[in-house]
């Protein structure tokens, strides 16, 4: 019984933690347009191994990845953005960037609250 007790409580930590770094990645996104997301980015790195053992470790995955991409995403519209007339389109990759991001933030906020693994 303790040390149900005590996985209990590590994973309602774990699950906590990502949740607030969930709302830090989201926050950096509508206030930053991104650009503080390296904020719980480090925090994701340091605490995923703390939830190696959890589904939690996932969602720590899932946030990693959607910052690499995003930003990838970023870069390849300052490229565009290079040439006049790559202007607009650079303009549409930065909003569909944003939109995805916004949808791996709600679906990764969604699923911890149902306790949910993310895909791989």
Request: aromatic share 18%; net charge positive; glycine share 4%.
């Amino acid at each position: 019984m303790a040390n149900e007790l005590v996985f209990d409580s590590k994973l309602h930590s774990e699950k906590n933690i990502a949740w607030w770094l969930y709302l830090g990645h989201a926050a950096s996104l509508l206030f930053s347009l991104g650009a503080f997301s390296w904020i719980p980015l480090i925090i994701n790195y340091v605490k995923r191994q703390d939830a190696a053992d959890s589904f939690v470790y996932s969602h720590h995955n899932w946030q990693i990845r959607s910052f690499w991409w995003y930003l990838l995403w970023v870069v390849v519209g300052v490229a565009l953005c290079m040439t006049v007339i790559g202007i607009p389109l650079a303009f549409v990759v930065w909003g569909l960037a944003w939109l995805w991001k916004a949808y791996r933030l709600i679906k990764g906020l969604v699923d911890l609250n149902d306790n949910k693994a993310m895909p791989a």
